[in-house]
């Protein structure tokens, strides 16, 4: 059974910074991409960022050259470094993992966390 548990998240004011980690269960390494989504009242769920076991990254047109989606395989854990954040970045934010990379780009992965908040104010 695998786990994925968020953390991090909170209230920011715009400008500020926040960094999230989700912690796995199992080994990272049978993921071949983790990542992050999230999801704001009445929008759809959209991707904010993938990493492969490589460290390829995919970003969001959103978040492009804001956040920063990395990994530590020794601690089975992945991380997202969100800089400059907008109140439109207000959103319930989930970790994902997927042994399929397509799976993870396309919103379908089969593991998902529970969500964190995150609430930027302006």
């Known amino acids: 059974q695998v786990q994925l548990v968020e953390s991090g998240g909170g209230l920011e004011q715009a400008g500020g910074s926040l960094r999230l980690s989700c912690a796995a269960s199992g080994s990272i390494f049978s993921f071949n991409s983790m990542g992050w989504y999230r999801q704001a009242p009445g929008k759809q769920r959209e991707l904010v960022a993938a990493?492969?076991?490589?460290?390829?990254?995919n970003y969001g047109d959103a978040v492009k050259g804001r956040f920063a989606i990395s990994r530590d395989n020794a601690k089975n854990t992945v991380y997202l470094q969100m800089n400059s954040l907008r109140p439109e970045d207000t959103a319930v934010y989930y970790c994902a993992a997927d042994q399929s990379l397509a799976r993870m780009i396309t919103g379908s992965p089969n593991y998902w966390g529970q969500g964190t908040q995150v609430t930027v104010s302006s």
């Open positions: 990493i492969t076991p490589g460290s390829s990254t």
